[in-house]
């Protein structure tokens, strides 16, 4: 089992720039693929990058290019820095966990991301 605590959200104006952390209570290094998803006001939660154990990537097509999933071993962290953030990527951003072998998903809490002038 792992928990995850998410921070780094906030408000910011169009254009702006954030990096969200999201700290596992244990090590996720070959253990665990990560992700961090979002989740709009009345709409559904979607993934927006996600990397596996082994350090592939992939991202929502709205944000590549724009969010770059990394991790650190050491600190047994996740990061997502979100760069020319746009309106549309107001939601709360949620850290995911999932077992590569037993399949199991671990959530956080949630940080709130507003993109406003």
């Known amino acids: ?12 104006q169009p254009g702006g720039s954030l990096r969200l ?3 596992a209570s244990r090590s996720i290094e070959s253990i665990y693929d990560m992700g961090w998803y979002r989740q709009a006001p009345g709409k559904e939660r ?8 082994s350090g592939d990537t992939n991202y929502l097509d709205s944000v590549n290019g724009r969010f770059t999933i ?4 050491v600190k047994n962290t996740v990061y997502l820095q979100m760069n020319s953030l746009k309106p549309e990527d107001t939601a709360v ?3 995911k966990a999932k077992h590569r072998l037993l399949g199991l998903n ?10 406003s002038s």
């Open 93 to 95: 951003y949620y850290c």
């Open 21 to 23: 952390s999201c700290a």
């Open 106 to 115: 671990y959530w956080g809490q949630g940080t709130q991301v507003t993109v």
């Open 1 to 12: 089992q792992v928990q995850l605590v998410e921070s780094g959200g906030g408000l910011v």
């Open 46 to 53: 979607e993934l927006v990058a996600g990397v596996t154990s």
């Open 70 to 73: 990394s991790t650190d071993s």
